[in-house]
């Protein structure tokens, strides 16, 4: 299954750039990265065979091994794709809320957009990791 993050902003040069392509480089999955302008640009087509997560604060607070666990059965449905978003600094409209398939939320906190990025990298590489039986997860 692919893994598609698709961010509004330009991440640039600096700290999270680093980690993002740290993390980048760490996940073994098919992965997929699509920066967008804050505002308008283009979204690839959604996969209709596909999923789409929503970063939000109003989301579900998953456990790393949770979020592994969702991604497993997406994959082992034959899901094609798992598209993440994530909004710009005003968040998303209501219809990309509406549309997804699961709003994930890193905390009650708001993050900024390219920490966000930067967030999700690590725990997508965590949950394929865990799903690798891989020890980089430390539980408890």
Request: charged fraction near 30%; charge should be neutral; aromatic fraction near 6%.
């Given at each position: 299954?692919?893994?598609?993050?698709?961010?509004?902003?330009?991440?640039?040069?600096?700290?999270?750039?680093?980690?993002?392509a740290r993390?980048?480089?760490?996940?073994?999955?098919?992965?997929?990265?699509?920066?967008?302008?804050?505002?308008?640009?283009?979204?690839?087509?959604?996969?209709?065979?596909?999923?789409?997560?929503?970063?939000?604060?109003?989301g579900e607070?998953?456990?790393?091994?949770?979020?592994?666990?969702?991604?497993?059965?997406?994959?082992?449905?034959?899901?094609?794709?798992?598209?993440?978003?994530?909004?710009?600094?005003?968040?998303?409209?209501?219809?990309?809320?509406?549309?997804?398939?699961?709003?994930?939320a890193f905390?009650?906190?708001?993050?900024?957009?390219?920490?966000?990025?930067?967030?999700?990298?690590?725990?997508?590489?965590?949950?394929?990791?865990?799903?690798?039986?891989?020890?980089?997860?430390?539980?408890?």
């Amino acid at each position: 299954m692919l893994l598609h993050v698709v961010a509004r902003g330009r991440i640039g040069r600096g700290p999270e750039a680093e980690l993002v392509a740290r993390y980048e480089k760490r996940i073994a999955w098919p992965l997929k990265l699509t920066e967008l302008p804050d505002q308008g640009g283009r979204v690839p087509a959604r996969d209709p065979n596909g999923v789409t997560v929503a970063l939000d604060e109003r989301g579900e607070q998953l456990t790393s091994v949770e979020l592994a666990k969702q991604l497993e059965k997406w994959r082992d449905c034959g899901k094609r794709e798992c598209r993440f978003l994530i909004g710009a600094a005003d968040g998303h409209d209501a219809a990309d809320r509406d549309s997804a398939d699961l709003l994930l939320a890193f905390g009650r906190a708001t993050w900024p957009h390219l920490l966000a990025r930067a967030m999700l990298m690590e725990q997508l590489f965590r949950a394929t990791s865990i799903l690798a039986n891989h020890p980089y997860h430390r539980e408890g």
